[in-house]
């Protein structure tokens, strides 16, 4: 290599670092290795693309756009360029006088677009260009929730799976898939290892496993696009519809255990079978008098005209049935 062009190089290394570290008449003077020259070639290289001391300042730096709105971005140089201009497919734009170019684009709709600016100067480093930080975004088209490979009820201890899709939605790397149980949220996805730019379709499961306590619970999952301080001051967030969960759970008593009362004629006494269950449990009586084998469908019974005896209830659902016994002992008046 000539002793010209490796003085450039080191003129270049100088102009970045300040010195080498060996004086150029000894470097030139020296049998340089074939390594050592594409080493520092390779540092003017890197200084001569990189932003570091190229004075080129993008306002703002980072700008955050939603699909078909529009969008401008001024470049400025802190010294005199020959060319400063935007590299860019849509709003291309240079000058050879000013201090200062912009980018614009009416309606921003290209998912690929790049724009950088770019500047030629007459001292080192002589060329220089910064990308700009460009984040196009779409909110998705529906957000939607339903159980997967289920229709109907949900039966308690069962575990199900909860789906919610997410159509069209750019940046996917920006989005957040939260999960409600009425007004509480129970999960959340992220999607930041995905880097594709245009719209885009995804999913996120929820497992549950439901208990009585989620019978009428309301699910819903909401797309939320976090983009960051130089978005929105609301973050774009789409909501799915509610999915009301209907949860079956069999019949159980509210006070389980054998029940023994006192019948003292001609004063009422209350039979309270109610249960809990869901379906509604529907309710029959057994007595061990022929005339009294059916009494009622109800869940309580008030009456003053049972007899000393056993009484059996049945509370039934489509799930399971149980029963409760009551047992009436004849007492007198005031005794």
Same mark, same amino acid.
């Not at 700009?132 to 529906?142: E, G, H, I």
């Not at 885009?200 to 960051?228: F, H, K, M, W």
């Not at 079956?248 to 809990?276: I, Q, R, W």
């Given at each position: 290599? $000539?002793?010209?062009?490796? *003085?450039?190089?080191?003129?270049?290394?100088?102009?970045?670092?300040?010195?080498?570290?060996?004086?150029?008449?000894?470097?030139?003077?020296?049998?340089?290795?074939?390594?050592?020259?594409?080493?520092?070639?390779?540092?003017?290289?890197? %200084?001569?693309?990189?932003?570091?001391?190229?004075?080129?300042?993008?306002? !703002?730096?980072?700008?955050?756009?939603?699909?078909?709105?529009?969008?401008?971005?001024?470049?400025?140089?802190?010294?005199?360029?020959?060319?400063?201009?935007?590299?860019?497919?849509? $709003?291309?734009?240079?000058?050879?006088?000013?201090?200062?170019?912009?980018?614009?684009?009416?309606?921003?709709?290209?998912?690929?677009?790049? !724009?950088?600016?770019?500047?030629?100067?007459? #001292?080192?480093?002589?060329?220089?260009?910064?990308?700009?930080?460009?984040?196009? %975004?779409? @909110?998705?088209?529906?957000?939607?929730?339903?159980?997967?490979?289920?229709?109907?009820?949900?039966?308690? $201890?069962?575990?199900?799976?909860?789906?919610?899709?997410?159509?069209?939605?750019?940046?996917?790397?920006?989005?957040?898939?939260?999960?409600?149980?009425?007004? @509480?949220?129970?999960?959340?996805?992220?999607?930041?290892?995905?880097?594709?730019?245009?719209?885009?379709?995804?999913? /996120?499961?929820?497992?549950?496993?439901?208990?009585?306590?989620?019978?009428?619970?309301? %699910?819903?999952?909401?797309?939320?696009?976090?983009?960051?301080?130089?978005?929105?001051?609301?973050?774009?967030?789409? *909501?799915?519809?509610?999915?009301?969960? *209907?949860?079956? %759970?069999? !019949?159980?008593?509210?006070? !389980?255990?054998?029940?023994?009362?006192?019948?003292?004629?001609?004063?009422?006494?209350?039979?309270?079978?109610?249960?809990?269950?869901?379906? #509604?449990?529907?309710?029959?009586?057994?007595?061990?008098?022929?005339?009294?084998?059916?009494?009622?469908?109800?869940?309580?019974?008030? /009456? /003053?005209?049972?007899?000393?005896?056993?009484? @059996?209830?049945?509370?039934?659902?489509?799930?399971? *049935?149980?029963?409760?016994?009551?047992?009436?002992?004849?007492?007198?008046?005031?005794?």
């Amino acid at each position: 290599m $000539g002793g010209g062009l490796c *003085s450039n190089i080191v003129q270049c290394y100088v102009a970045k670092h300040g010195q080498v570290g060996i004086s150029l008449p000894s470097l030139t003077a020296m049998t340089m290795g074939r390594n050592s020259l594409q080493w520092i070639s390779a540092i003017c290289m890197i %200084y001569l693309v990189s932003g570091e001391g190229c004075s080129l300042v993008l306002k !703002p730096a980072r700008v955050v756009v939603k699909f078909g709105e529009p969008v401008s971005v001024t470049c400025e140089a802190a010294r005199r360029p020959r060319v400063l201009g935007w590299e860019s497919t849509v $709003g291309a734009a240079h000058t050879q006088q000013d201090l200062s170019v912009q980018w614009k684009a009416d309606s921003l709709i290209d998912w690929i677009e790049e !724009p950088i600016c770019y500047g030629v100067f007459s #001292t080192a480093p002589r060329q220089c260009e910064e990308k700009l930080n460009l984040v196009l %975004y779409k @909110t998705p088209d529906s957000v939607s929730i339903r159980l997967v490979n289920h229709t109907g009820s949900m039966k308690e $201890g069962k575990e199900y799976q909860l789906l919610c899709e997410v159509q069209n939605i750019a940046p996917v790397q920006y989005l957040v898939l939260r999960w409600y149980r009425d007004q @509480t949220e129970v999960y959340h996805s992220a999607f930041t290892e995905l880097t594709q730019s245009s719209p885009v379709q995804v999913s /996120s499961i929820l497992l549950i496993t439901p208990t009585r306590a989620d019978n009428g619970a309301q %699910y819903r999952c909401v797309a939320e696009l976090d983009l960051g301080p130089e978005g929105p001051q609301l973050a774009p967030t789409v *909501s799915s519809g509610t999915l009301n969960a *209907s949860v079956h %759970y069999p !019949p159980n008593f509210l006070s !389980p255990e054998p029940e023994m009362l006192d019948l003292v004629v001609g004063e009422e006494v209350t039979l309270n079978c109610s249960a809990t269950g869901y379906p #509604t449990p529907i309710y029959s009586w057994l007595s061990a008098h022929t005339l009294q084998e059916t009494l009622t469908d109800e869940a309580i019974i008030t /009456s /003053s005209s049972l007899l000393p005896g056993t009484y @059996t209830c049945t509370a039934s659902n489509r799930l399971d *049935s149980k029963s409760k016994r009551f047992l009436l002992k004849a007492r007198s008046k005031g005794v």
